[in-house]
């Protein structure tokens, strides 16, 4: 979903995990965009960044339960985009 708004533009995605990550990765910051094309796009209007750095800060100051509603880990399907209903 996409959302303009007169100072800035929102981008909703509510997929899951790329393939090539891990849940691992995913806490220690490691970088793998969904879709490559669009992550190259922001990082030359300098409107994103490719550190991997927001998800350990988050994970810092909250702690992974942060996470618990996008990652139910009752749902083996999460990291092959199933679970649609429990993201």
Do not use: W
């Amino acid at each position: 979903m996409i959302s303009v708004f007169s100072d800035r533009i929102e981008i909703l995605s509510r997929g899951s995990l790329p393939p090539a990550q891990t849940m691992e990765g995913f806490y220690l910051g490691e970088s793998v965009p969904v879709n490559e094309k669009l992550s190259e796009i922001f990082l030359q209007l300098h409107i994103s960044e490719k550190s991997g750095g927001g998800v350990p800060k988050i994970t810092e100051i909250y702690g992974k339960e942060a996470f618990a509603k996008v990652f139910d880990t009752s749902c083996d399907e999460l990291l092959n985009g199933g679970c649609e209903d429990r993201i």
